[in-house]
């Protein structure tokens, strides 16, 4: 009965294992696609540079078709009938016609699309950005669960600086196809007013991103939009950087700030109990090993610091909390193997 009782924990830590892999895994493409798609958009003829992603494209599709599949794995790997099409039908319901859609434009990326009107099809590649905010917060979760605060707290600031070069990134590729659209069309543009296409395309990239970044920032740039189409592009960068940038700066401020209260309230708890050492002549060894004693603790996940009751708790209600009680209790019974094997 006990090997059973393993049995059947490992096999649930190997799923875990298993899931928490493929999330990396789409996490990471999802990076790369966001990083490749505005490139390939603005720079669609480029074959000698680092900008190049025909193999990457050529296996996208597949890439996200198993992730398709995957997504169905949960609903295949639950216990009961009834859990099984209830977590079939909510990914049927929500996420599965947008990931078939972009599919669709995978292939069309694939056959290669020359219309300059349905290349923009492309950028709604970028909606898979929206999986990057779930995955990390499957893992902040994950990571809070297991009492790494300043894990998450890195975490959060790692994510807003993420999201600012990202976006930075996608309109600096935009800023050059509109110059480009304008070329094509025999208008007034930019690209062929300052020479840019003498430049090396890493320098063309570096241009565009320098001018978005110039845009919210007050250094000054020496280019300037020439026609109405590149005059209302500049006005969308600004409306969308500028709350971008407050938002992100906000979120990092109070997350940096978290983390000072927090080691403000450990630094004073630890000063506290040094003055009432050296008050009471506490021998210098016995000293220095009950604040390494200290320090262990509060750094533990059983921190006092970190068990205080949350105001938050006041306004939820008592089913929740009875709920949350009873989700607690069993995780300690399920620690006994013959106790797992039953709730199992």
């Not at 009782?5 to 190997?14: A, D, E, L």
């Not at 099409?85 to 669709?104: E, I, N, Q, R, T």
């Not at 992100?248 to 004073?268: H, P, V, Y």
């Amino acid at each position: 009965m006990r090997e059973f009782s393993t049995q059947c924990c490992q096999r649930k830590r190997i799923r875990a294992t298993l899931f928490a892999t493929w999330e990396l895994m789409t996490l990471s493409l999802v990076l790369v696609d966001t990083v490749l798609t505005p490139l390939t958009l603005a720079w669609p003829s480029s074959r000698r540079t680092p900008f190049r992603s025909t193999t990457f494209f050529q296996a996208s599709p597949w890439i996200w078709s198993l992730d398709i599949l995957m997504s169905f794995a949960p609903a295949i790997l639950a216990s009961s009938y009834s859990q099984k099409l209830l977590l079939a039908k909510k990914y049927l319901g929500s996420a599965f016609p947008l990931d078939v859609c972009l599919l669709s434009v995978d292939i069309l990326v694939l056959f290669g699309i020359q219309d300059e009107g349905l290349r923009l099809l492309v950028l709604l590649r970028l909606v898979r950005f929206l999986k990057m905010q779930r995955v990390i917060t499957t893992f902040e979760y994950k990571l809070a669960e297991r009492g790494s605060t300043k894990v998450v707290s890195c975490l959060v600031i790692l994510q807003c600086i993420a999201t600012i070069l990202i976006v930075n990134h996608i309109l600096a590729c935009l800023l050059f196809y509109v110059g480009h659209l304008g070329k094509i069309s025999n208008r007034k543009n930019w690209i062929e007013f300052y020479e840019v296409l003498e430049q090396t395309q890493y320098s063309q990239y570096m241009t565009c991103f320098n001018w978005v970044i110039a845009e919210y920032t007050p250094a000054p740039f020496p280019y300037k939009p020439q026609n109405e189409m590149e005059q209302t592009f500049i006005i969308v960068i600004i409306l969308t950087c500028l709350p971008l940038l407050g938002s992100q700066i906000g979120k990092i401020s109070g997350t940096l700030n978290l983390m000072k209260e927090k080691a403000r309230e450990r630094d004073m708890v630890r000063r506290e109990l040094r003055r009432w050492l050296q008050k009471r002549e506490a021998p210098g060894r016995l000293m220095r090993r009950m604040l390494a004693s200290l320090d262990n603790v509060l750094a533990s996940r059983e921190s006092p610091l970190e068990i205080k009751e949350p105001m938050a708790l006041k306004f939820l209600p008592h089913s929740l909390l009875e709920e949350l009680r009873i989700v607690k209790m069993s995780q300690k019974l399920g620690m006994h193997p013959l106790l797992h094997m039953l709730m199992d």
